[in-house]
């Protein structure tokens, strides 16, 4: 079975501000990792996803994040963030196996302020 | 590029009663599909794993007969509530995996059920 923690459930920043926002998971097979973005009272935004290759992925808005296979780490990254920022970002796994579902974390909300 | 619709993105239904959610792919075939309930601020959590044209796979601590699921075809799934409580208003949201493309994912929109 997989499981994901992410390590802040909140983050407040200044705008601007870089902001790293940080993902453990935990899993006996390879799998898939994913972020995404949750603004208030609307579905999930794909921001970016790992499945192979390098292990600097870049998403949308301006995201990216370092899978980190020894650490079990997959922590997202923004150098300047913007106030729009403000949401609901959910780290999650999936193992390589055909047919199996997305696992989440408890989410980190993060918070930008001018 | 591919979407998965729900329908109704909200719903209040009075307690005792049955409510139905569907979730679509509108423009890709889906084998399988998850289904997702969501508590205010708090993560998602898998309910159910469907697949087309067989039973629905339940995690641990969701009950089968209260929430029924159905994948009568690779572009349909519904959630049925059964029996509605308050205590089952919730966010509830799909997901869809595109038949053929590796780890390829899609999210509807979710579903807001308030149960009066």
């Known amino acids: 079975a997989q499981s994901v923690t992410q390590l802040d459930s909140q983050v407040p920043v200044f705008e601007e501000a870089p902001v790293e926002l940080r993902c453990n998971y935990s899993?006996?097979?390879?799998?898939?990792l994913f972020w995404y973005v949750q603004y208030p009272n609307q579905g999930l935004q794909l921001l970016l996803k790992y499945l192979s290759g390098s292990t600097l992925v870049k998403g949308i808005n301006g995201f990216e994040a370092e899978f980190n296979k020894s650490q079990t780490s997959f922590h997202l990254r923004k150098p300047s963030v913007h106030i729009s920022d403000t949401a609901e970002y959910f780290c999650?796994?999936?193992?390589?196996?055909?047919?199996?579902?997305?696992?989440f974390g408890k989410g980190t909300t993060l918070s930008v302020s001018s | 590029g591919a979407v998965v619709s729900q329908h109704p993105s909200r719903v209040i239904c009075k307690s005792g009663t049955s409510v139905k959610i569907e979730c679509r792919s509108l423009?890709?075939?889906?084998?399988?599909m998850f289904w997702y309930r969501q508590f205010p601020k708090q993560s998602l959590m898998l309910m159910a794993t469907?697949?087309?044209?067989?039973?629905?796979?339940?995690e641990q601590g969701v009950e089968k007969d209260k929430f029924l699921i159905n994948h009568a075809s690779l572009t349909l799934s519904t959630l049925t509530v059964t029996s509605a409580h308050p205590e089952d208003s919730s966010f509830y949201i799909c997901?869809?995996?595109?038949?053929?493309?590796?780890?390829?994912?899609?999210f509807g929109e979710g579903s807001w059920l308030t149960v009066v």
């Open positions: 423009d890709f075939q889906a084998t399988t």
């Open positions: 469907s697949n087309e044209g067989s039973k629905a796979t339940y």
């Open positions: 999650a796994v999936s193992a390589y196996q055909a047919g199996t579902a997305l696992i």
């Open positions: 899993s006996s097979v390879s799998v898939y």
């Open positions: 997901s869809a995996r595109r038949q053929g493309v590796v780890n390829t994912i899609y």
